[in-house]
């Protein structure tokens, strides 16, 4: 019912910008949670940012504290992920995820919160 289409990504240097979008269908999308994950080759699929239905609280990883900025604007469907200050360590393949089912029990940076995925916008830092 619901669909998530990532763009934004690309190749950058290191210490270069980039901002991903997630394009979400369906009205309900202001009320959903939104996450986005990372998978790099030969490593699992890692959380990355997240943001509540309002856009008033936002979860960040460690790694890309201070970094990395989620946002959303509900009047469009999308949200936002701003990549600044890229490191090689941050290639990897970025995803899109909706929580429609406001799964409160499971924690945000659990990919098993989320029961829709976009398909996946590759990032590549070059040293």
């Known amino acids: 019912q619901v669909q998530l289409v990532e763009s934004g990504g690309g190749l950058v240097q290191a210490g270069g910008s980039l901002r991903l979008s997630c394009a979400a269908s369906?009205?309900?999308?202001?009320?959903?949670?939104m996450g986005w994950f990372r998978q790099a080759p030969g490593k699992e699929r890692e959380f990355v940012a997240a943001?509540?239905?309002?856009?008033?609280?936002?979860y960040y990883a460690d790694s890309v504290k201070g970094r990395f900025a989620i946002s959303r604007d509900n009047a469009k469907n999308t949200v936002y992920l701003q990549m600044n200050s890229l490191k090689p360590e941050d290639t990897a393949v970025y995803y899109c995820?909706?929580?429609?089912?406001?799964?409160?029990?499971?924690?945000?940076?659990?990919?098993?919160?989320?029961?829709?995925w976009g398909q996946g916008t590759q990032v590549t830092v070059s040293s």
């Open positions: 369906g009205r309900t999308f202001s009320r959903y949670t």
């Open positions: 995820a909706a929580d429609s089912l406001m799964n409160t029990i499971v924690v945000v940076t659990a990919p098993s919160r989320y029961n829709y």
């Open positions: 943001i509540n239905w309002s856009g008033g609280t936002t």
